[in-house]
C-alpha cells in the first residue's frame, strides 16, 4: 500500500470515528481538523519525492561501495552545459544528465556531446511544465513520451530513468514512467542552486547530505555559469577528500535492491 492510500484510510476512519463518537458543534471541528491535516500530509507527498508518497521513487543508491551520482537538471542549455562538460572532463567526473525534450531538439548537438563524452541522459518530461503534475495521466504520459522519443532519435539512447520537472509528483507519475519502463528518480541533497549566490554556501548544504550512494542534483540551466563551474569545482574536490567516487547513475543503482520490481513501482 503507498502511503498516500494509507493517508486516504486513515482519513476516512478519522471521520467514521467522529460520526459514531461524536455529537454537536465539535463534530464539524473535528471534521474540519481530520480534512486540513490530510491536506497538509497530502501537501508535503506532492511536494517532497524523498518521502515516496505515492510510489517508489530512488532517491539513493545502496550503501558499501563509497559513490555518490552527480546529476544536472534542464538542460541541455548552449551557454552553460558546454563549461560544465569541459570542467567535468578535466576533473575526471562521469554524470548524468536529466535533460527536457524540446531543448534536447533545440541543441542536439549538444545532447550528442553529453552522450558522446560518456555522461549519462535521463528524462526530465519534454517542456518542464509546472503544472505537469496537476495534468492528467494521458498528458503525462504524452510529457514523458515526447522527452523520450527526442532523446533517442537525437542520442540514439534510450532513457532508463524519469525525474518529474521540480521532484513534484501525484499518484500518475509511478504508472505513467512504469508505462515507459523508466524508473521514478529524485534525489539525496540538493544546494538550490538556482536560488543561491554563493558557490561555497550551496556545497555546503550538499556536502551536509551527501554520504555513501548519495544522488547529488545541480542544473545546466538557469544559472550564471561561473557560479556552476565554482560549485562543480569545489564539489567534486571535498567530496573526493572525504574518500567518495563520483559515477553514472545507472552504476550507483546497479546494485540497488528490488531492481527486478518494475521501474517506478513501490
Ligand atoms: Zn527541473
Partial sequence: MTRHRAAILCLILALAGITIFVEGPW???????????????????VSLIGLEFFGRAVCRGPAGKR??????????????TPQVLKA??????????????????????LARSIVAQGHLMGNHSHRHQWWLNFRGR?????????AQQAILSTTGTVPRYYRPPAGL???????????LELQVVGWTARGFDQFTASPSAIVRRIVRRTTDGSIIVLHDCGLPPERLLAVV???????????LEFVRLDQLLEDLPGKSEPPGQR
Wanted: aromatic share 8%; with cysteine.
Fill in 169 to 179: 509528483t501525484n499518484p500518475q507519475v509511478g504508472p505513467a514512467a512504469r508505462a
Fill in 233 to 243: 569545482e569545489e564539489l567534486v574536490s571535498t567530496v573526493r577528500q572525504s574518500g
Fill in 138 to 146: 494521458r498528458f503525462m504520459l504524452q510529457e514523458i513520451r515526447s
Fill in 88 to 109: 567535468l572532463r578535466r576533473l575526471g567526473v562521469p554524470a548524468t544528465f536529466f535533460c527536457l525534450g524540446e531543448r534536447v531538439l533545440d541543441h542536439p548537438d
Fill in 27 to 45: 463534530r464539524w471541528r473535528l471534521y474540519g481538523l481530520a480534512s486540513a491535516a490530510y491536506l497538509v500530509v497530502l501537501t508535503l507527498g
Fill in 67 to 80: 559513490r555518490v551520482a552527480l546529476t544536472f537538471d534542464d538542460g541541455p542549455n548552449p551557454t552553460v
